[in-house]
């Protein structure tokens, strides 16, 4: 495994600058071109590249706010809030939000739904939420130094016109309770969190196993099923097709990507698609998943 890790990472490595950063969030756009490639199986870890550098969590973050949600709240409750259908738009999109039919975000994992989904989280104040999905990523990452980019936090923060559009747009409609400006701090506190590649692969490989039972399995199953429906943005369709696996992205770069029952898989590399997907992250998996033959369909 190592050996096929290290080639995939070597074949990769010279493209790190096709493509272009994150750039409606502004600190995105300074990190530094990389690739890192982590997968975690029951033996071992695999790494190549650089997997000790720390980029922001952004929407794998929504995995994290959804398991907490999910556990604090029944099934129905959070779906008579959020639905489970992929919305075939961008993640960030407010054009079907608007329109009179729709009483809820299409799902969990565009932002809408996201930061629905925040609202939902239970505790008597920010802080006790915010703690509570540290915890779990403490957990989930087997590290207890868990921390926050500033930098992009603020850089989000300040430029969030259009996540604050739909936060109030959900609240003009009566769909969000609770105070606006607080959820959506919660939110971008989330995005903000610092990982690297091997946290994504244990996030990948808690999936696959629920590892020490911290989560209930119901709730796993849920979130890998929407990972592999709605986890890729409006590209989820196509790499389900080509690729098969329950896999989620964030537009700092990163991808986890679960294998049920086999392994975690964590990729970073800044470099984006059309869709806001990590270019080489899709490259590496598309390899990882060939030689392997991963496909949950196969
Ligand atoms: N923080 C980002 C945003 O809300 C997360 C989006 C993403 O990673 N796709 O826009």
Not at 165 to 172: F, Q
Not at 246 to 261: A, D, E, F, N
């Amino acid at each position: 495994m190592q050996a096929l890790v290290n080639k995939i990472y070597l074949d990769h490595k010279d493209s790190i600058s096709e493509g272009d950063k994150a750039s409606y969030i502004p600190a995105l756009a300074n990190i530094p071109d990389n690739l890192g490639l982590a997968v975690r199986d029951h033996s071992s870890i695999y790494t190549a590249g650089d997997t000790t550098f720390r980029f922001t969590f952004q929407s794998l973050s929504k995995i994290i706010l959804l398991l907490v949600a999910l556990e604090d709240n029944s099934t129905d409750y959070i779906f008579n809030h959020v639905g489970m259908e992929s919305s075939g738009d961008s993640f960030n999109s407010i054009s079907k939000l608007d329109f009179t039919n729709i009483i809820k975000p299409y799902n969990p994992f565009i932002n809408a739904g996201a930061i629905l989904i925040a609202s939902l989280i239970k505790g008597s104040n920010y802080t006790e939420k915010l703690k509570k999905i540290m915890v779990l990523c403490e957990k989930i990452f087997e590290r207890n130094d868990i921390g926050f980019n500033d930098e992009i936090y603020l850089s989000e923060r300040n430029s969030a016109y259009r996540n604050r559009a739909l936060a109030y747009l959900l609240k003009e409609k009566d769909i969000l309770e609770g105070d606006v400006e607080e959820i959506l701090d919660l939110y971008f506190k989330c995005c903000s969190i610092e990982v690297n590649c091997v946290d994504l692969a244990n996030l990948g490989y808690f999936l696959s196993f629920n590892k020490n039972s911290i989560i209930k399995d119901n709730h796993l199953r849920i979130v890998k099923a929407l990972m592999l429906t709605c986890g890729m943005y409006d590209y989820s369709g196509e790499f389900a097709v080509k690729i098969g696996l329950p896999s989620k992205s964030g537009v700092s770069g990163g991808i986890v990507t679960c294998v049920p029952q086999r392994m975690g898989i964590g990729v970073f590399s800044p470099r984006l698609d059309s869709k806001g997907n990590s270019i080489l992250g899709i490259r590496c998996i598309e390899e990882l998943n060939v030689a392997l033959d991963l496909n949950i369909f196969r």
